[in-house]
């Protein structure tokens, strides 16, 4: 069954969940609640020692200087995103044909990276490969200019033919071109051009290549080898790796010059490919795509708030506007070389127009002037094109504080400290939480009688089997308390109130606690949303989950104890460059993990 | 991608009063050749259709009128007295047409596959009938079972569709797929109406620029050729697990291949449905639009014959969709207006459709518009299907039988105790029609929430494949200790 996984890797998730404390009997106490007769506050040790795999415990793992080791990199389907960009790059194509793919499945195992598509094809999903297919390659032929632009010459013969199979198919391939296919493309093209003309031959091409599997999966064997564990990849794999990682697309000519020509071989000529490619328009969709994931911003645009929520629910823009702040965040730290600091903590982020108004939209809110500095030109076709500049924004500090994050990670009447937290825990800490149990209520809705929004999590510490994974999530998300359901600022808790009460709404309480899963992490107790981002962006474990997530990204799996010392040589990079996102980037693609696979061997388990 | 754009007012002059009799374009020698032996229509084919509606019901408007049981046996009331949501049955359609005597309402089945469970667990327990406490199902449901045990000799096994919104997930998971094949996996549905029309009726749409069917075809089987011989090149170089990927790609590429060319065929001698135009993207939700254009494919798929089996779900599990378009009001999603109201079964007092007014206040009017609405739309794939006739006079509704569920019983409350299902049409199939069958649920004493039927949904799920002509292995399906045997109070 093509969704199982091996069985070591089973074992290990099972692993990370016993131990992962949520089935263990502890109670936590706030700051400021009495802990008379509670067990345990969050100074004292945790009782588990850390896991032996999962998470940024394998930045402490060991790791034996020598032989590099690789965990197996298997077969996965190219992504939507992956599909639109190779089509755009070979053939020009704009239409976006992949938006009606059905959508990849998220990995088990607790990260999201939806570059990765492991499971089985159904009927439908091989139907829209077929249909996209034929419908690009005619398209692609349709007349002599399209012709001419993907054909490398000008004559309408076999011999441009063969020319354009074998520079055109092998790049769609990603290197993936070997003589046999070669030949049956050839083939192909001749017998199609026999029985119809050459246009419909090189269409014929096209479409069998864009139904490869040699396209549509990603398939790498490596360099050929005696023996050992390990192989080193072939360089069109590597540059195969780089386009997939960087670009979500096939590797440009430059690329495939570089591979032909043994220019891919030492660690320094594919950091500075690296190097060229993130300076390259290309990058962007790649960084985007990761900042969606990593923050979670699928649905954002589609969020739905309650009626009270005025300028939620009559500008619906919004809800884009908001997702390209965070994306334009990211991906211009990472081009301007700015570090993960800043990323956390910035009280300044990238707005355009609307945003200004919304976030400085009363109810305590002084307007907001958009910043004085160059623009960045973000084409939404949500929203149309609009400016978006570096402008401070009061009381908020970093991504984590930005409309989009907050609002996501929220109810549609209440914001939600159990989300919010969740979403520190998982994507900041790199600490997984296994899903809630069967049987429990639904969220509230409304904060009725209790009084605060914060009161309503109450029950979440007084009793299992909540309290044994809620301490991980909930007193993290409480640093928000100052974010509505929408990520504006509220000055006061009137939440789920339609009127204020005799006395005014109830002051707000961000006061919270970061509480350790396992001995050796994080730790500490804050004020505020500002107060947890410096105090994030300081803790190694922050440094070493963002170092994590890029990891798993640009290789497309979750990471195993066979990576431990290509993430060490990573995470050394990054920490010794102050933090600079960029470094990550280009440690990745130096280190083993990316240069190396596993060696299989063809019919047994896959290792 | 090809549109059609007859416009709505086309569409109800062919399916409306002036075609009563809109004809069936495989004539009866076609059912002959399923293997049976005479053109009396005793071989007629039967068709299954699942149908799906999301976050349970306002229990005292569902349903219809008939004393509770006393007893485990089913208290039976013919003929119907709808209450107020299912009452859509009494004018179906654009010429609202009293589908009353097609119905059967199947009241206090517990999906007991779905436990104390929420949303998630009730999906995939819904048509698996497979223990689930929110994880994907892990083995086929009830259409796939039948689909492979019929081993029809049409284009396609199955044929699952979608009214999919603009505001609905865009994720293959749990919560928004209710159909799983023979290996546990996800069955995608058709999201797209244009899509699936040129999929299903290839001739009927216009050719892609540049290539006519000779082309089309000559391209197809040439390029399968090579592929498979690829394919097969490809994974003797790979490791198990890596293998299986490609080897799944091959045999559904393959399976896909065939089904295209008996469509084509098919399509020879069937004309394509005609679907509304939506609107540009961006400008608003084509929900209401696809939940038009969605039966119509549905309706001429079974009436060509391209398959036994289909399904149809509107949304999926705690649907985001806003319903815009039923008025102002409605300015949130179903999901959340469904939480407004009762959080257990047991506040509706020992007869939940003589609630108290505490409990029916909750509920509010956006609620029950959507309700209404859902059931219109039910009622009108009922229609749309009684209005094909075979030459020999047989109803393609009374040929088909369509089964209608949701993933709660109650949106507010989580449950599954008293879980709505209707069984629509399949008078001609050996289905009795036309009565509420409704079965004891254990209301608990008022403090706690632990009502529990008596009769589990997975005794439904054997039921449609009796119905189909299926035998089960054991007789059973999903959780077999949950099921009990076929209800005899469906058949005739």
């Given at each position: 069954m093509l969704r199982s996984r091996p069985s070591a890797r089973a074992s290990w998730v099972a692993v990370a969940l016993s131990v992962a404390g949520c089935a263990e009997e502890r109670h936590l106490a706030l700051?400021?609640?009495?802990?008379?007769?509670v067990g345990g506050d969050a100074s004292s040790a945790p009782v588990t020692e850390a896991p032996?795999?999962?998470?940024?415990?394998l930045f402490a793992a060991s790791c034996t200087p020598g032989a590099p080791t690789v965990d197996w990199s298997p077969v996965r389907r190219i992504s939507r995103v992956e599909y639109d960009d190779m089509v755009r790059d070979l053939?020009?194509?704009?239409?976006?044909?992949?938006?009606?793919f059905p959508p990849e499945s998220p990995l088990t195992?607790?990260?999201?990276?939806?570059?990765?598509?492991y499971t089985g094809v159904s009927s439908l999903i091989v139907q829209d490969y077929e249909q996209a297919a034929e419908t690009l390659a005619a398209t692609a032929v349709s007349s002599a200019s399209t012709l001419s632009s993907i054909l490398?010459?000008?004559?309408?013969?076999a011999a441009c033919a063969t020319q354009f199979i074998g520079s055109w198919a092998n790049r769609a391939f990603r290197g993936q071109l070997d003589a046999t296919v070669q030949a049956s493309l050839l083939a192909l093209f001749d017998e199609t051009v026999a029985e119809f003309d050459f246009p419909t031959g090189i269409q014929a091409v096209i479409t069998a290549v864009l139904e490869s599997p040699r396209f549509l999966y990603v398939l790498e064997f490596g360099e050929?080898?005696?023996?050992?564990t390990v192989v080193p990849l072939a360089p069109y794999e590597i540059a195969a790796r780089l386009a997939l990682f960087l670009w979500r697309s096939v590797p440009d000519a430059t690329l495939m010059q570089a591979a032909q020509s043994g220019q891919l071989a030492t660690v320094a000529e594919v950091q500075a490919q690296a190097t060229r490619m993130l300076a390259d328009p290309k990058a962007q969709t790649a960084l985007n795509d990761f900042t969606t994931q990593w923050m979670q911003l699928q649905s954002t645009p589609v969020l739905g708030k309650d009626t009270q929520f005025a300028f939620w629910n009559s500008d619906s823009k919004l809800g884009s506007e908001l997702v390209d702040e965070t994306l334009t965040n990211f991906s211009q730290e990472v081009l301007d070389g700015g570090a993960l600091t800043d990323l956390l903590t910035s009280p300044s982020s990238y707005i355009n127009g609307d945003l200004a108004s919304f976030y400085g939209n009363g109810n305590g809110n002084s307007a907001i002037t958009l910043g004085q500095g160059a623009g960045v030109s973000v084409d939404d076709p949500a929203v149309g094109t609009t400016e978006y500049v570096r402008t401070t924004i009061p009381n908020r500090a970093g991504i984590l504080t930005n409309g989009s994050v907050l609002a996501t990670q929220a109810h549609t009447t209440l914001p939600s400290s159990v989300l919010r937290g969740k979403l520190v825990r998982e994507q900041v800490l790199c600490d997984a939480i296994p899903p809630p149990p069967p049987g429990i209520p639904a969220p509230a809705t409304s904060v009725g009688d209790a009084g605060t929004t914060r009161s309503v999590l109450e029950a979440h510490f007084n009793k299992q089997p909540c309290v044994s994974c809620h301490q991980y999530m909930d007193p993290i998300g409480l640093?928000?308390?100052?974010?509505d359901a929408t990520g504006a600022y509220q000055p006061?808790?009137?939440?789920?109130?339609q009127t204020a009460p005799p006395g005014g709404f109830p002051a707000i309480d961000a006061t919270g606690q970061v509480v350790p899963?396992?001995?050796?992490e994080f730790s500490t107790t804050f004020n505020g949303a500002t107060d947890l981002a410096h105090q994030l962006a300081g803790a190694t474990q922050t440094q070493e989950c963002f170092a994590l997530q890029e990891f798993r990204y640009a290789l497309s799996r979750v990471e195993s104890m066979d990576d431990a010392c290509s993430a060490q040589a990573v995470f050394q990079a990054f920490a010794s460059s102050g933090l600079t996102i960029e470094k990550v980037l280009v440690a990745i693609v130096g280190s083993d993990a990316f240069r190396y696979r596993s060696l299989e061997t063809p019919g047994s388990e896959c290792q | 991608m090809n549109r059609r754009d007859l416009d709505r007012r086309r569409f109800l002059k062919l399916v409306g009063a002036s075609a009563l009799t809109y004809p069936f374009?495989?004539?009866?020698p076609s059912y002959a050749?399923?293997?049976?032996?005479?053109?009396?229509?005793?071989?007629?084919p039967v068709y299954l259709v699942l149908l799906f509606t999301s976050c349970g019901t306002i229990r005292y408007r569902w349903g219809a009128q008939g004393p509770a049981p006393t007893t485990t046996t089913a208290a039976v009331t013919s003929p119907l007295v709808f209450r107020?949501?299912?009452?859509a049955f009494t004018k179906a359609g654009p010429m609202q047409v009293?589908?009353?005597?097609q119905v059967t309402v199947l009241d206090g089945?517990?999906?007991?596959?779905?436990?104390?469970?929420?949303h998630e667990a009730g999906m995939a327990a819904l048509w698996t009938g497979l223990t689930s406490?929110?994880?994907?199902?892990?083995g086929p449901s009830i259409d796939t079972v039948v689909s492979a045990a019929l081993n029809?000799?049409?284009?396609?096994p199955n044929i699952p569709l979608m009214v999919q919104s603009?505001?609905?997930?865009?994720t293959r998971s749990v919560d928004t797929r209710m159909l799983y094949d023979t290996m546990g996996n996800f069955v995608d549905p058709y999201t797209d109406p244009s899509a699936a029309l040129q999929t299903l009726f290839p001739t009927a749409s216009a050719p892609t620029t540049g290539s006519g069917p000779n082309k089309k075809s000559f391209l197809r089987q040439k390029i399968a050729a090579q592929l498979n011989q690829d394919l097969t090149a490809l994974q003797a170089r790979l490791c198990t697990e890596d293998r299986q990927q490609l080897q799944n790609l091959q045999a559904v590429w393959n399976q896909v291949e065939m089904q295209t060319q008996a469509a084509a065929a098919a399509a020879a001698s069937c004309t394509a449905p005609t679907i509304p135009s939506v609107p540009?993207?961006?400008?608003?939700?084509p929900f209401p639009v696809y939940a038009q254009a969605m039966p119509n494919i549905l309706a001429m798929a079974l009436a060509c014959d391209l398959t036994r089996v289909a399904s149809l779900q509107y949304?999926?599990?705690l649907s985001p969709v806003t319903h815009t378009w039923l008025g102002?009001?409605?300015?949130?999603t179903h999901h959340i207006y469904s939480h407004?109201?009762?959080?257990?079964?047991?506040?509706?007092?020992?007869d939940p459709y003589n609630e108290p007014a505490s409990a029916t206040s909750q509920y509010v009017q956006q609620l029950m518009d959507i309700e209404s609405w859902y059931a219109q739309q039910v009622a009108g794939v009922a229609y749309t299907l009684s209005q094909f006739k075979t030459a020999?006079?047989?109803?393609l509704l009374d040929q088909t039988i369509i089964c209608w569920g949701s993933e709660l019983d109650m949106g507010a409350a989580h449950?599954?105790?008293n879980t709505p299902f209707v069984l629509i049409g399949g008078g001609g199939a050996g289905l009795k029609t036309n009565q509420l069958v409704r079965f004891l649920v254990?209301?608990?004493?008022?403090?706690?929430?632990n009502a529990s039927g008596t009769r589990f949904h997975n005794d439904l799920l054997t039921t449609l494949a009796q119905a189909m002509g299926v035998s089960l292995p054991g007789g059973t399906f999903g959780t077999s200790s949950y099921c009990t045997g076929p209800i005899r109070e469906v058949f005739a």
């Open positions: 700051p400021g609640q009495d802990t008379t007769g032996a795999s999962i998470g940024v415990g053939l020009g194509d704009t239409t976006q044909p992949a938006n009606g195992t607790g990260v999201n990276f939806e570059a990765n598509t490398p010459c000008q004559t309408q013969d050929p080898s005696e023996g050992g640093g928000f308390g100052f974010f006061d808790d009137a939440n789920g109130f899963m396992y001995k050796t | 374009l495989r004539g009866v050749a399923d293997g049976g032996s005479s053109s009396s229509g005793s071989t007629d107020d949501t299912l009452s009293d589908l009353s005597n089945l517990q999906v007991k596959a779905a436990g104390s469970g929420s406490s929110g994880n994907p199902a892990t029809a000799p049409t284009p396609y603009s505001a609905d997930y865009q540009d993207a961006g400008t608003s939700d949304s999926h599990a102002s009001s409605q300015t949130s407004q109201g009762p959080t257990w079964i047991g506040a509706l007092g020992s020999s006079g047989k109803n449950t599954h105790d254990n209301y608990g004493p008022n403090a706690q929430n």
